[in-house]
């Protein structure tokens, strides 16, 4: 899992799509059944496009915007990021304030049908607090998703895994303490980035129950984030962006960053909210995949500031590592 806020100051906007295509690439080590990026408009001057369909990269190509000064384009296909990107994307994606990459190791639902693939366009559901226009997001783990259909009124989904009905739930979410009750009903491992279809300048990131999520933010102020933070240190070797800070976020954390409107000010990204939650796991669900193509410092890091609670749950992978 891997996206960028774009500072809409930023001389040049090279840097960091460059960072994006190489945290693309590097976050093949989690996933190579499928993967795929949203590219969402919205900052004056850089420009938005209309949704677009048809055919795509691997077979699946979609739009997902309202108005073509708030589009949104959605490329997901079979196997490596890199058999997914393609150079004539980059103009689209130097202009997009938000980008959402990732990458999947498919556990539940076929990696052959583009419904169960991320980035996914998911409508929204009165369950959490109202309707929506739905959320386009990204999910990182393995939760009962038996039990959360127990626990709400979900609608039918669309495919087969179990990210689309915590995103059902969280677009209709309206402030942190609905987010959070809906993070705090997780049961199993769930890092998870998504943007409301009607706010596209703002993203929300959470980090529940063991899968880890790094947030990092640039010299020029642009945010982003990976799910290893080595990611970021080989992103600096191999591109001309230097980071200020990259920090590993701590189990149940919950942020939404973007740009506050204010008249008059030069506004960067900066994180609009903030709050923290409770996560749950199964027993199952500590295993050392969770911390594939970590270094040992930063697996021992994580590890010391794990704070879950457990309880004993049929169901899951048995302990897997699933990226769906």
């Not at 190791?105 to 990696?111: L, M, N």
């Not at 102020?221 to 962006?241: D, G, K, L, M």
């Not at 800070?245 to 409107?261: A, C, F, I, N, P």
């Amino acid at each position: 899992m891997f996206g960028i806020v774009r500072s809409p100051f930023a001389d040049d906007p090279g840097p960091a799509s460059d960072v994006f295509i190489t945290l693309g690439a590097l976050a093949e080590e989690r996933g190579t059944d499928s993967a795929g990026l949203a590219l969402l408009g919205g900052w004056p001057g850089l420009g938005g496009w209309p949704g677009l369909g048809g055919p795509g990269v691997g077979g699946h190509e979609s739009g997902c915007g309202a108005a073509p000064a708030v589009g949104c384009r959605v490329v997901k296909g079979r196997g490596r990021f890199s058999g997914v990107w393609r150079p004539e994307f980059l103009p689209e994606l130097d202009r997009a304030p938000v980008v959402l990459g990732h990458t999947r190791w498919a556990t539940q639902g076929s990696p052959a049908e583009a419904d169960n693939a991320s980035p996914m366009v998911v409508l929204g559901t009165a369950a959490a607090g109202g309707p929506s226009a739905g959320v386009v997001a990204t999910h990182n783990g393995d939760i009962d998703v038996a039990d959360l259909r127990s626990r709400f009124a979900l609608p039918p989904a669309a495919g087969a895994t179990d990210s689309e009905p915590i995103f059902q739930l969280l677009a209709g979410c309206d402030g942190p303490s609905d987010v959070t009750a809906v993070l705090e009903a997780l049961v199993g491992r769930a890092a998870l980035v998504w943007v409301d279809r009607d706010r596209p300048t703002e993203v929300h990131l959470a980090r529940a129950a063991l899968s880890p999520l790094t947030v990092a933010v640039d010299t020029a102020q642009n945010i982003y984030w990976a799910s290893n933070p080595r990611w970021f240190r080989e992103a600096e070797r191999h591109t001309r962006v230097e980071f200020a800070t990259v920090v590993m976020l701590r189990e149940g954390t919950y942020l939404k960053v973007g740009m506050e409107r204010r008249p008059g000010r030069r506004d960067l990204p900066e994180v609009l909210a903030t709050a923290n939650f409770q996560p749950t796991a199964r027993d199952t669900d500590l295993d050392d995949r969770v911390w594939t193509g970590f270094t040992h410092a930063d697996e021992e890091c994580d590890r010391a500031g794990l704070i879950h609670s457990v309880v004993e749950r049929l169901g899951g992978t048995g302990g897997l590592l699933s990226v769906a």
